[in-house]
Antibody, heavy 118, light 108 residues
């Protein structure tokens, strides 16, 4: 079964840092692009970042550029999101998602909640 | 970036009725790289449609997608109780990928 499991969310003060992880199983991780998407409470979906299959190319939404870093460890089948200089507007559920074999994002992890508050 | 506008915001229908959801893009979506997702409360989104009209694995055939260019539609032919949820369109042809704001399909 293809599965993505996020971890690492929690409560952090403004200006703080957090690292999210996404453990992948059930597929050949090192052949897929991967994404992070977030959803603020009661709001819609917003793409955050993606990384190509070997980790050599990344891209970010303007709202997180320079603060967030996406990376992957293909030996550990794990995707990461390092989040620095966190702001209250970064509060959201963060999902990792696999690039669909034929399009779209499929599947998605269950999400991990990040709350930025003093 | 491409802005996706979904309408209506909320659709109130009864089980067995037909649902028609619209997604309009601010500019043409490359190669019909448009997807639709279903999201239920407390759950992750689930891919329904990719490439504007292809059903994802395991998706019932009551779900269908159509459209090209800037206008896309998701149709649910006969609503089942489990179909009441929020639906998002998503274009992944232009960077950055963008999502619509969602359409909530609620029980009338």
């Amino acid at each position: 079964e293809v599965q993505l499991v996020e971890s690492g969310g929690g409560l952090v003060q403004p200006g703080g840092s957090l690292r999210l992880s996404c453990a992948a199983s059930g597929f050949t991780f090192n052949t897929y692009w991967m994404h992070w998407v977030r959803q603020a409470p009661g709001k819609g979906l917003v793409w955050v970042s993606h990384i190509n299959s070997d980790g050599s190319s990344t891209n970010y939404a303007d709202s997180v550029k320079g603060r967030f870093t996406i990376s992957r460890d293909n030996a550990k089948n794990t995707l990461y999101l390092q989040m620095n200089s966190l702001r209250s507007e970064d509060t959201a559920v963060y999902y990792c998602a696999r690039n669909g074999s034929r399009g779209g994002f499929d599947p998605w992890g269950q999400g991990t909640l990040v709350t930025v508050s003093s | 970036e491409i802005v996706l506008t979904q309408s209506p915001g909320t659709l109130s229908l009864s089980p067995g009725e037909r649902a028609t959801l619209s997604c309009r893009a601010s500019q043409s979506v490359i190669s019909s790289y448009l997807a639709w997702y279903q999201q239920k409360p407390g759950q992750a989104p689930r891919l329904l449609i990719y490439g504007a009209s292809s059903r994802a694995t395991g998706i019932p055939d009551r779900f269908s997608g159509s459209g090209s260019g800037t206008d896309f539609t998701l149709t649910i032919s006969r609503l089942e109780p489990e179909d009441f949820a929020v639906y998002y369109c998503h274009q992944y042809g232009n960077s950055p990928g963008t999502f619509g704001q969602g359409t909530k399909v609620e029980i009338k």
